[in-house]
């Protein structure tokens, strides 16, 4: 995460106009860490701006956007507050890129939310910790065109037993786009787990993600025991999941960029 900041003042707490430059695929400091320094200085009414982008402390594996908007976004910035050039125009006050790597802007952030998508599963199957490549898939189906922006909530009701250890129970969920194969922005949400035998309910927040979805489009909801993201959770049990609701937060107020 970069922030791009200026101070004149000295000796006293105080914020200054900062423009928040983001990976989405950065899985060192997630989208979540941006957009909460960001309403702070928002909610104390700091000039600020936010830039998301396909970079960070990750792999970009899709198509590649301007290599230099973040760049030029931060000159009109220090320009417009270093040098006081009250002249520069800066730009939107959110900026962003989805899967395929085209640009988004907002005048605001966040934009104006739309109606979510949202998803059931009922999984009789069990998933065994001992087995990394044996996940659990939920479709979600796209009607009509959508924006998905934000953080996705996922519910899960399960039962499960795992031998004894130090190292803790985990599941971890994760979305995929079917078309390209690959994980939104490469994130993967770590989900604890009690495996005692009895029956749980639990409402997790996902990674924030950024997606365009046309009509018919789809994503994969998995739900893995392992993954190279995090270290190893302990293994040789099983988890059965008896219902899966995960529903994606949706925007209307994103435009093409120019």
């Given amino acids: 995460m970069v922030q791009v900041s200026w101070s004149r003042r000295r000796g006293r707490a105080h914020h200054d106009p900062t423009l928040f430059i983001q990976g989405i695929v950065d899985t060192l400091f997630t989208l979540d860490e941006a957009v909460t320094n960001y309403e702070v200085l928002k909610a104390q009414g700091v ?8 970079g960070g402390h990750g792999v970009c594996l899709t198509k590649a956007s301007d290599k230099t908007y973040n760049g030029r ?11 006081n050039d009250t002249a520069v125009k800066l730009g939107p006050g959110f900026s962003t890129v989805d899967q395929i790597g085209d640009r988004f802007v907002s005048d605001a952030s966040p934009p104006a939310p739309g109606a979510p998508v949202a998803a059931l599963g009922s999984i009789a199957n069990a998933i065994t910790s001992a087995r990394a490549t044996n996940d659990l898939d939920v479709s979600i189906d796209f009607a009509k065109p959508a924006r998905v ?3 996705p909530k996922l519910t899960v009701t399960y039962k499960g037993t795992a031998s004894p ?9 994760q979305l995929v786009d079917p078309t390209t194969g690959l994980v939104l922005g490469n994130q ?5 787990v009690e495996l005692d035998g009895a029956s749980h309910t639990l409402t997790v927040p996902l990674e924030m993600i950024v997606f365009s979805a046309t009509v018919g ?17 302990r293994l040789g049990g099983s988890v059965d999941f008896s219902a899966i609701d995960v529903s994606l937060p949706t925007t209307t107020g994103l435009r ?3």
């Fill in 47 to 54: 000039p600020t701006a936010m830039i998301w982008f396909c």
């Fill in 73 to 83: 976004a931060a000159i009109e910035w220090l320009a417009r507050y270093v040098k």
């Fill in 149 to 151: 922006l934000g953080a």
């Fill in 165 to 173: 250890g130090e190292k803790p129970t985990r599941v971890f969920a």
């Fill in 188 to 192: 993967t949400t770590p989900m604890k």
């Fill in 217 to 233: 489009a789809k994503l994969t909801l998995q739900l893995v025991a392992s993954t190279v993201a995090y270290a190893e959770s």
């Fill in 256 to 258: 093409p960029a120019k």
